[in-house]
T-cell receptor
Framework: DVKVTQSSRYLVKRTGEKVFLECVQD?????MFWYRQDPGLGLRLIYF???????EKGDIPEGYSVSREKKERFSLILESASTNQTSMYLC?????????????FGPGTRLTVL | GENVEQHPSTLSVQEGDSAVIKCTYS??????FPWYKQELGKRPQLIID?????GEKKDQRIAVTLNKTAKHFSLHITETQPEDSAVYFC??????????FGRGTSLIVHP
């Protein structure tokens, strides 16, 4: 059973703080993703990674960076948190296969920036 | 890039009725179309998917249809139950392996 875990379910930070959100998967998946989920806007891709030390920008990368030092771990970093980054953050992983495949999601981190 | 439109944004039905959610996509290269269900406070989970070489797929009370020519696909839920209440997301994925998601449909099933 694939397991994707995220470091916190709820997080409250202040404007200007540096914020780290961590995601770990235990199924040896090559692909990992960070999404932001806001009501009425669906899931928007922030960054993704196909392999260790590799990262690609998604649709809304501004204000975020990522780190993937180990295959199982993908971190999302908010260098200087702002109130408009208050949101639900979802991590996902998927295996590398010859065809596109299912994504497995973490439980989400609800971040509030005050 | 790919653009996915999902309708309706909210769907309210009585228990036992059918529910249909529709999505359209723009990139003819997209070849994998998953549907995810997200219950309140939980993570999205795949409920059914379809690939471009298939026109329809069924799994018990849920089915998905794909019309490649018109670039649209739909989720059909029959005999709805209160536990079907959730947000449903469609997605379209092409050669980049990056899915583009619709904005979601909130399905409410009234007992």
């Amino acid at each position: 059973d694939v397991k994707v875990t995220q470091s916190s379910r709820y997080l409250v930070k202040r404007t200007g703080e540096k914020v780290f959100l961590e995601c770990v998967q235990d199924m040896d998946h090559e692909n990992m993703f960070w999404y932001r989920q806001d009501p009425g806007l669906g899931l928007r891709l922030i960054y993704f990674s196909y392999d260790v030390k590799m990262k690609e920008k998604g649709d809304i990368p501004e204000g975020y960076s990522v780190s993937r030092e180990k295959k199982e771990r993908f971190s999302l970093i908010l260098e200087s948190a702002s109130t408009n980054q208050t949101s639900m953050y979802l991590c996902a992983s998927s295996p590398y296969t010859s065809d596109p495949n299912e994504q497995f999601f973490g439980p989400g981190t609800r971040l509030t920036v005050l | 890039g790919e653009n996915v439109e999902q309708h309706p944004s909210t769907l309210s039905v009585q228990e036992g009725d059918s529910a249909v959610i529709k999505c359209t996509y723009s990139d003819s290269a997209s070849n994998y179309f998953p549907w995810y269900k997200q219950e309140l406070g939980k993570r999205p989970q795949l409920i059914i998917d379809i690939r471009s070489n298939v026109g329809e797929k069924k799994d018990q009370r849920i089915a998905v249809t794909l019309n490649k020519t018109a670039k649209h696909f739909s989720l059909h839920i029959t005999e709805t139950q209160p536990e079907d209440s959730a947000v449903y997301f469609c997605a379209a994925t092409g050669g980049s392996y990056i899915p583009t998601f619709g904005r979601g449909t909130s399905l409410i099933v009234h007992p």
